[in-house]
Structures are given as structure tokens and as C-alpha cells.
């Protein structure tokens, strides 16, 4: 016997729980491609410098990254997030903008594991490259809300702050540098704030709380026209009815992000993993890694912090009922053969036993299937060319003519 499971931090999702998976991308590729955003599939692994650009002091390149050497030396890494991918494929291939696109996939980082992060974990998310407007923004955020509410959850909080524009962001880092040089933080993120001060404001350490609660607030930093861009994006957000907070302490420590920054939270899980997901404006990304100076915003959303929270809300549950129909066949299983390619091509799911079983054991398992109706086929039924239907729900059964089965379920399907 195999002695071998997955490794710590990933973990396999089995049927019918991949049908959830599923639906969520297919719910999420709709709300993006109703507002003009294609699908982008990225390679998994890349050139692990478009990843270093991302900042080599920040933990996800200097100690979560999976890199490896390839066949000819070259220094490679699973992607440990899509925007840089995203990026790297906008100044690659060239596109008209507005560019808009959405993904959906794997990503890749060494990382403690809890509840709701993995090794290997999905997002979902999009990106704008090349519109520079603070309705930009704004769509942007809405799509990620909306998407959120049409899963079902209803205990959220939208957290919206700027950091500005390159000259509000740095007047802002040399306050706050200020501020913490003379403060008693934690010993990793006073190397931390040496380094790139608005990253102690992502600290999670119980010792450094106090400190970045009292902590000087970038919106009284800001140039005019920061402040009146940000004030924008407040209005487009109050236009569409959508509720926020702003949260000055809601920053992105890279020096590529400027003004708008957000943040999705789910209030009915635990503080500590609560988030689940944001995004912001990079307008320095593309010119980070070797582009021309190009805007940007985007998100990304955790599916697995996303499910956790359904499941906290009861909502966005998985279906119990995966089939359609399942056949029940005591002659000599021809029947069942041809029956379920009919009706599979008629777009009807169908399944069936297998092996000569009885008829108590084949309604056992056209019970467990969760199907919605069992066709049972037996001598009686055999000899009269006719089908019997049973209704797993109600247990009403009738016959019906094999040659009409097909029209006869595709009519009773569509009236539940």
C-alpha cells in the first residue's frame, strides 16, 4: 500500500466539492465579461525575474517563492501571484488599450498554512492596464463587489484609502519613518521599516499593533490633486449605493502603487483571516519590468477565503443534486448502454450501474447519486418498449414510450 499524500500546505478537492470550484469561476468569468473583460491564462511558471520586480525585501520573493533552476540553468518560479504574469504579458504581446482582462487559477507560495490559505491556492481576479480615471477605479471595485454579492454574502466590509500620487507617497514615508524610528516595534519590522516604511502597516505581530494604530495617516499627506481623485472615487462609490470605509492604515508598501488602494473583508470570519482579497493602482508596474509608463488597477480574490466565508453565511452551498437521471437496467445492461448515450447527447446527465446487480441494490444507488429521476428497465419494460419513470423525490412513477423519453424528461426537467 502507497504510503504517499500530498504534501503539507496543498491538499486534493474531490468531486462533488470541484463542482462548487467550478461554478464560482464560471460565476465570476460572467459578472467580468458582462463589462468587456476577456479571459487571460497565463503560464504558471515564469522567468522568476518578472517576480523579483516585485520587490526583492518583501516576503513573497525573498522567502515564499517556489524558484527553481531549469534543464539550462536558468533560474524559473511558479507564480506566486498573476498581476506581474499579466503585466509581463501586456508589454509582451502589445494590445490595444484599455486592455481589460480577467484570470483564474493556481498560485504558488511557501507560506504557513492556515485556515483559508494554502501552499497552492486559487484567485480570481482582473486587471486594467492603460486608463488612467478615477471611474476606472471605481469599476474596478464594483466588479470585485458585485461579483462577492452575487455569490450571496451579505456580511461585508469594502475598506477604500489613496496613498496618493509619487509625491504624497513620499512625503508620507518620511513621516512615518519618523514616526516608527522612534517607536518599539518588533524586531522584524524594525528591519522591515529601515527597509520600506508602509509595510510595518501590514504587520499582523500583537507587538506592533499599538504602534500602527497611532501611526500618522497618509490622508494628511496628500497634494490637491490627490485629494481631489481620491474624492472622486469616494463619489463614483456613493453613486452605485456601494457602502465602504476609508482605512488610512490600508496601504501598498511597493513604490509602483499610488492613490486608490481597497480591501474586501468578511465580517463573519475570524479577524486574523478575514480578508478576502483587494487590489489597488500600480501605475509603475509596467514600467517596473521594462514597459513604457502604462496605468494599471486591479484585484485579486481568494477562493478559498471566498468559500470559507459562504459556508459561514450559508450560502453558495453545493448542489445535491448532480444528475439528471439514473438507470436502473435488470436485463442485460444494453439498455442502460444505449439509454444514457441517447440521452447524454440530448444534453440530459445520465448515469447507471454496472454488473449484473439487483434491482434493490441499483435503486440504492440511484438513491445515493442524488439523482432526480430513476429510469428502471426490466423484462416487463423490455418487451413493451416503454421506460419506467420514478421520481426519486416524490417516488411517483409512469411509464413512457422509449421513443418519447427523451421529449418527456427534457419537459418534466424544465418545469422544476
Known sequence: MSSFKSPRGVRDILPPETARWRALESQFAGVCERAGYGELVSPMFEDAGVFARLGEDTAVVSKE????????GRRMALRPELTASAARAFIEHHPEVPWKVWYSGPQFRYEQPQAGRYRQFMQVGIELFGVDDPHSDVEVIALGWEFLRSLGLQDMTLLVNTLGDSESRSAYAGVLGDYLAESELSEASVETALKNPLRV??????????????????????????????????????????????????????DYYTHT???????????????LGGGGRYDGLIEALGGTSTAGIGFALGADRILLACDTEETFLLSETLLDVFIVDITDGQAALTLSQELRSAGISADRAWGSRSLKAQMKAANRSNARFALIVGTDEQASGTVS???????????????????????RLKQL
Open 389 to 411: 419513470v420514478k421520481d426519486l423525490e416524490t417516488s411517483q412513477q409512469t411509464q413512457i414510450s422509449q421513443d418519447a423519453i427523451v421529449e418527456h424528461l427534457q419537459s
Open 261 to 275: 488602494a481597497f480591501e474586501y473583508v468578511s465580517n463573519s470570519l475570524t479577524s486574523a483571516q478575514n480578508a
Open 65 to 72: 517563492m517556489y524558484d527553481f533552476f531549469d534543464k539550462k
Open 201 to 254: 502597516l501590514d504587520s499582523k505581530r500583537e507587538q506592533d499593533q499599538q504602534v500602527i494604530a497611532g501611526a500618522p495617516s497618509c490622508l494628511d499627506h496628500l497634494t490637491s490633486e490627490a485629494a481631489d481623485r481620491f474624492a472622486a472615487v469616494r463619489s463614483g462609490l456613493d453613486a452605485l449605493g456601494i457602502s465602504y470605509e476609508v482605512s488610512p492604515r490600508l496601504v501598498r508598501g511597493l
